[in-house]
């Protein structure tokens, strides 16, 4: 992957002449591919109007100038739309906070037709691909953390640039919710007594309920869970409505991979998890009699992290 990476860069940098032979050693390719597009200034800048989202085109490109953009968004949550894709995105990502670096998280979500460019993970010149041309798989999510590095998309050589898009929606989260997306770390694995107690606290949505049903969905690598609340303890978007009989109870969908094999089940569980690209993601699922215990064992020994009605 890193061989491709630098073959990458290695057909970016030749847009560009190389520096004469005597002299001192040359600077590092990435220098060589960044200084032109910084010496443009305003003209090879594209700001977004409205700093969340950007949408620019390849075509706007004169001949041999402006072949790397450099776009800035300051914002949470927010799109880019590239068409006609040719040479290549510096997409500079910065948070509408003063949140240091090391404490947040990107996650880009490629749109499902997008196609025309590679999405890479940039730092100092080095390039890992996080989205190959054309893998616009409906679900699919990469995150890393903002200081990691920045975002690379370099159009990929075409016969005809035909209607080709290159797209993403991205968000900046803070570090201890990375954890919740499922292209992070281990999507199926238990929770720890002390995950599930943050989590109660922290998710988006904590609720104690029951499995309906689960409609598994191959081509998106995702099950949908279908869920009837019996207690809303938290929730920050409608992910609930109540349920149309109006006993109390209310109902509602939440997603995780298909490779964690969600089946329906007897009992009564504690659903946490978060809302992430207009999708609310299960985090934190315990039975709930294994959160009681949990919950009861901390409270004994004042390690709570807040207080929930365990009634």
């Not at 500079?92 to 949140?99: A, D, G, I, K, V």
């Not at 191959?218 to 929730?235: F, G, K, M, N, T």
């Not at 109870?249 to 995780?256: F, I, K, N, S």
Request: charged share 25%; glycine share 10%; hydrophobic share 35%.
């Amino acid at each position: 992957m890193r061989g491709a990476a630098r073959a990458a860069w290695g057909r970016a940098g030749q847009l560009w002449p190389r520096p004469p032979a005597p002299g001192p050693p040359p600077p590092p390719l990435l220098l060589l591919l960044l200084l032109p597009a910084v010496l443009l200034g305003g003209a090879g800048a594209q700001y977004s109007s409205d700093l969340c989202s950007w949408k620019g085109s390849g075509l706007t490109h004169e001949t041999h100038r402006k072949e790397v953009e450099q776009v800035y968004l300051r914002c949470a949550a927010g799109a880019v739309e590239w068409m006609y894709p040719t040479g290549a995105l510096i997409v500079n990502l910065r948070p509408n906070t003063f949140s240091p670096a090391r404490h947040l998280a990107v996650c880009i979500k490629p749109f499902r037709d997008s196609s025309g460019a590679n999405i890479y993970l940039e730092k100092t010149g080095e390039l890992r691909l996080l989205v190959p041309d054309g893998d616009g798989r409906p679900g699919r999510v990469q995150c890393f953390g903002l200081e990691q590095g920045g975002l690379f998309v370099e159009a990929t050589p075409q016969q005809d640039i035909g209607r080709r898009t290159t797209g993403f929606q991205y968000e900046l989260i803070r570090r201890h919710r990375a954890s919740d997306l499922h292209e992070l770390s281990a999507p199926c694995r238990p929770c720890s007594d002390t995950e599930v107690l943050l989590a109660v606290c922290t998710s988006d949505f904590a609720v104690r309920g029951s499995i309906q049903e689960v409609t598994h969905e191959p081509e998106r690598q995702d099950s949908a869970i279908h869920l009837r609340v019996s207690r809303l303890y938290r929730q920050k978007s409608r992910v609930f409505e109540p349920v149309p009989e109006g006993d109390g109870h209310w109902q509602g969908r939440v997603r995780t991979l298909l490779e964690c094999g969600v089946r329906p089940g007897h009992g009564d569980f504690l659903f946490t998890g978060h809302m992430h690209f207009g999708e609310a993601r299960l985090g934190c699922a315990p039975r709930f009699k294994d959160f009681q215990r949990m919950y009861r064992d901390a409270q004994e020994r004042g390690l709570n992290p807040c207080e929930v009605g365990m009634d």
